[in-house]
């Protein structure tokens, strides 16, 4: 079974006499201890998909259809106070600016101790103390950190802090959106490594959230990609990476660079704009930007087709059997 089973999710925002369908019936699932990357360009609808499933988004703007399992349970129709619980226990978010979450004003161990605390109220603050330590000897972070303020931590400290503070409780889920793209490279890097050694540490599934297709090649086993709302294609990432199939997919790994001694390949970007999400084009949404478009891709939407084992796209060229994914 599926640690997470997303099903037909879909989310429309109603904001300044405005809808905007941000997510058109996504369906995805996610095997415990394997990785998903999550990858599209700024505005296909990202951190609306995990904003949803994590219950975050706008209650009065935002409408949500469709359901989410964590291990079996529904999380869409869940009572609120089950939802913190899973929301630290069984599944955490790390997010790019997840040290807004800190105060300012407050010395970093002392306020996640309070967090802890405050879950677990047995605990003494020795204890407490201990814990925190332990988390940031997990992240690479010096002890010495408990005693610092917010401002005094570089971005990589801070984000490390971050992924610390998701692991506070054991979750068995833990989903980083764009949570190291501010960072210099080398930092970037050298975090990556650190998830990947912690997440087989502690047996930890992974969904990662980026637009950057490279961070997915060297650290997630599968893939999906999400444009304009839409899941175009999804598969282990060996296979999409190498034999892609649809042409948005072979766009955005046309746009990123290589770097091999022989090749010296100019970057080829994506011609054109993400639609309009409150007046999206009839057929294929990728149709007015894809080269190959035609009649049929204007006029239907194409269908999840399944391609080898486990690669499914929505695409009318490539064959493929007629087989929703996760059907
Ligand atoms: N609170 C909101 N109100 C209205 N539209 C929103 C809101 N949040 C996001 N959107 C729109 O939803 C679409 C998807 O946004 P988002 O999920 O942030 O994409 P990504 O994370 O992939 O960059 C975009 O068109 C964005 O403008
Ligand atoms: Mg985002």
């Not at 802890?116 to 010096?142: M, Q």
């Amino acid at each position: 079974m599926a640690l997470l089973s997303i099903k037909d999710i879909s989310v429309t925002y109603h904001s300044g006499g405005r809808h905007v369908k941000a997510l058109n019936g996504i369906t995805l699932d996610v095997n415990e201890g394997e990785s998903l990357g999550i990858v599209g360009e700024s505005g296909s609808g990202k951190t609306t998909l995990i904003m949803a499933i994590l219950r975050l988004l706008p209650k009065g703007t935002a409408e949500i259809t469709g359901e989410a399992f964590l291990n079996g349970k529904e999380l869409l129709s869940m009572k609120d106070g089950e939802l913190s619980k899973i929301r630290w226990e069984e599944m955490a978010l790390v997010f790019q600016k997840s040290m807004n979450a800190l105060s300012p004003v407050h010395k970093i161990g002392a306020f996640m101790n309070d967090i802890y605390r405050n879950h677990k109220s047995e605990v003494s603050k020795n204890d407490g103390e201990k814990r925190i330590k332990e988390l940031f000897e997990l992240v690479n972070l010096s002890p010495s950190v408990y005693d610092l303020y917010p401002h005094e931590l570089s971005g990589g400290m801070m984000q490390r802090v971050s992924i610390a503070l998701s692991l506070m409780f054991n979750p068995k889920l833990l989903i980083l959106d764009e949570a190291t793209t501010a960072l210099d490279v080398v930092t970037q890097t050298q975090i990556l490594e650190e998830i990947l050694s912690l997440e087989k540490k502690l047996g930890i599934t992974r969904i990662m959230i980026t637009h950057d297709i490279s961070v997915v090649a060297s650290t997630c086993k599968n893939v999906a990609v999400l444009y304009a709302g839409h899941l175009l294609e999804v598969g282990p990432t060996c296979e999409v990476l190498v034999n892609p199939i649809h042409s948005y997919t072979k766009g955005l790994i046309n746009s990123f660079p290589v770097f091999d001694n022989d090749i010296h390949q100019p970057l080829q970007s994506i011609g054109g704009f993400l639609p309009d999400l409150s007046s999206p084009p009839p057929g294929c949404i990728f149709a007015p930007r894809c080269a190959r478009a035609c009649d049929i891709c204007r006029q239907s939407k194409p269908e999840m087709k399944k391609y080898e084992q486990g690669h499914y796209a929505a695409c009318h060229f490539a064959g493929g059997e007629n087989n929703v994914q996760g059907s």
